[in-house]
C-alpha cells in the first residue's frame, strides 16, 4: 500500500514537472526552477505561473477527481465498469454548460461557465440520490443514470442541432470534448473547494466500501447503513465530478481505467483502492495532455478525444475479462 | 438469556403474503434450524427478525434490546448473519473476505487490531481453511467460499449467528463438521438460528426445529416431539418413516407424499 502510495506520487510530481518544463518556449530546468521560486525573468514567470502550472494542475486535479470517484462509484455499484459518467452526473454537467454557451450566458463572466457545469452536476447527484433512497437495487441505480445520461444527450444534440451560428456550435464542440488548454488558477480555485469536499466525503465512507464486496445484504449484516453509504458515495462522486467538467469538459475513462490497473496492488479493497486511483488518474491525464501538445498535429488533439481513444478499447477489454459474478 | 425475540411479524409484497403472523425466540445455547418447503418464506423470516427488511407489523428484540433502538453496528455486534446469496465481485484473498466479518469492530483490511487477526485466524481454523489464507476468491470452488462465507460470519464472534443455508454447497463431511461446529458454540452457550434443506442433519444436530409453511410458523420443538410422519406429509409434502434409536431420531424419506 505505502509503496504504491509512494511510487504513484513521485510519478504524478515528476509528470507535473516534465508538463511544465515542455512547451513553445523552451525553458532550461535552472530557469524553470528560478521561476517556480519567482526568482526568474518576468516572461519566465508569466509562461510557468499563468500558463502551464495551472495547465498541468488542472489536469492532475481532474484526473484525480474522476480516477477516485470512478473507484468509489464501483464499490458502491460493485462493478468495476462503472465511471462517474453512469450516474448520469457528467452528462448533466455537460448539458448545463452547454445550455449557457447556447443562450450566451457565458459571456456575462467567467465563473457563469464552470457554475453550470457543477449546478448540473449537483442536480443529478440529487435525482440519483432520491432514487437511492427509494430503490435497494444497484441495477435499478445504474438504469437511472443510464436514463439521465442518455436525455442530457439527447437535450444537448438538440441544442447543437438547432445552434443558431457556427461560431456557437464551433464552442460547444470545443467545450464537449475536453481539455485543459487556458485554465487559469482562478478557474482552478473555483473547482477546488468542490473537489475537496467531494474527496472528503468519499473518504470518510471507504470503510463501508469494503463491507460492500460481499453484497449488499451480508454489508448490511455487518452493521453498514447502507442508505448513508450511497448518499454519501453519490454525493461524494457528483461534488468531485461536477468540478472536473467544469473545470476540462467531458472526458471519459480515465475513472475506470486508473482503478482497475492499480486494483491488483491492492489486493483489490475498495476502499484502499481511493488514493491511488486518484494519482493514478491525475498521473494518467498529466501524461496525455503532454502528448496532446508534443503530436505534431494541425488543430490541437482534445484531451477527453485522447482519454476515450486510449480508455475505450481498455474498457472492452476489462468487460470481456470479468469472471466473479 | 434470550438472544433474538420476534413478535407477530407480517410482510407482504403486492398482496402476496411472504410472512404471516410469525413469532419465535432464540435463546443461549441452543441450535435452532429452520425448516420448510422452498418459498415457505424462511429467508423472508430472517430478514425481518434481523431488521434488514422492514416489516408490516411486529416487534423484534435482539439481546434484550428492541431493534429499532441498535444502531447497524450495535446490532451487527450482537448478531452475524450469513445470507444466503453471497455475490463476490472482487478477487479478495481468503483472509481479507473474513477479515471483513470484523467490520463492526472498526476494522479496516491492511490495518487489522491484534484482536481482530486472532479472531479471523481462529474463524479460519473453525472452518478448516488453512492453507487458503492467500487464495483469490476466484480460484475456489463453489463449497469452498461457502465456508469463507461462514468463517466472515463466525469472524465477529457474536453470541447468536443466524445463517441462511450455510450447508447446502458443502461436501458431506464438511456438512457434518459445519452443523457440529455449530452444536459445539451452543453447548459454549450462544445460539445459532440456520435454515438448512437437510432434514437428516437438522434432526441429527439441531435442539429446535421451527417448521415453516407457507409464510407462518407451523410448529415449534425439539425434533423428538415435532418431527413426525403427519407433519412431514402437510408441510414438506413427502412421505417418510421416523425411527428412534436410542435419543437420536432417524428419517427414512420414501418419496413424495
Known sequence: MTRVLATLAVGLLLALLLSVTLGSVSLPIDRLLAALAFQGSEGDELVVWQIRLPRALAAAMVGAALGMSGAALQGLLRNPLAEPGILGVSATAALFATFVLYF???????????????????????????????????????????????????????????????????????????????RSFADLSFAAPFMIAGALILLMSRRGLSALSLGDEAAEGLGLDLRRQRLAVIIGAGLATGAAVSLAGAIGFVGIVAPHLVRPFLRYDPAQLLVPSALLGGLILVLADIGVRILPTDSELKLGVVASLLGAPIFIWIASRRRLA | ???????????????????????????????????????????????????????????????????????????????????????????????????????????????????????????????????????????LSGGELARVHLARALAAETALVVADEPVAALDPRHQHQTMRLFADMARDGRGVLTVIHDLDLAVRYADRLLWMHDGRIVADGPPEATCTPDRLRSVFGIAAHVRREGRALRLDIQGPA
Open chain 2, 1 to 139: 438469556m434470550m438472544l433474538l425475540e420476534a413478535r407477530d411479524l407480517n410482510h407482504a409484497i403486492e398482496g402476496k403474503a411472504l410472512v404471516s403472523d410469525a413469532g419465535f425466540t432464540i435463546g443461549s445455547g441452543t441450535l435452532t434450524a429452520l425448516i420448510g418447503p422452498n418459498g415457505s418464506g424462511k429467508t423472508s423470516l430472517l430478514r425481518l427478525a434481523l431488521g434488514i427488511v422492514p416489516g408490516d407489523t411486529g416487534e423484534v428484540r435482539i439481546g434484550g434490546m428492541p431493534s429499532g433502538e441498535l444502531s447497524p453496528i450495535e446490532r451487527a455486534r450482537r448478531v452475524a448473519y450469513l445470507p444466503q446469496t453471497r455475490p463476490l465481485v472482487w478477487p479478495q484473498p481468503v483472509e481479507d473476505i473474513v477479515a471483513l466479518g470484523r467490520f463492526a469492530y472498526g476494522a479496516a483490511l491492511g490495518r487489522l487490531s491484534p484482536e481482530d487477526k486472532a479472531a479471523v485466524t481462529r474463524a479460519i481454523a473453525a472452518c478448516q481453511l488453512e492453507g487458503f489464507e492467500n487464495r483469490a476468491a476466484d480460484t
Open chain 1, 104 to 182: 450566451g450566458f457565458a459571456t456575462a463572466g467567467p465563473l457563469v461557465l464552470p457554475l453550470a457545469a457543477v449546478a448540473g452536476a449537483l442536480l443529478a447527484t440529487l435525482v440519483v440520490a432520491l432514487a437511492a433512497i427509494r430503490t435497494r437495487s444497484v441495477v435499478t441505480l445504474i438504469l437511472i443514470g443510464v436514463g439521465l445520461s442518455s436525455f442530457s444527450a439527447a437535450i444537448m444534440a438538440l441544442l447543437m442541432n438547432l445552434a443558431p451560428n457556427p461560431f456557437s456550435l464551433a464552442d460547444m464542440v470545443n467545450w464537449m470534448l475536453g481539455t485543459v488548454d487556458n
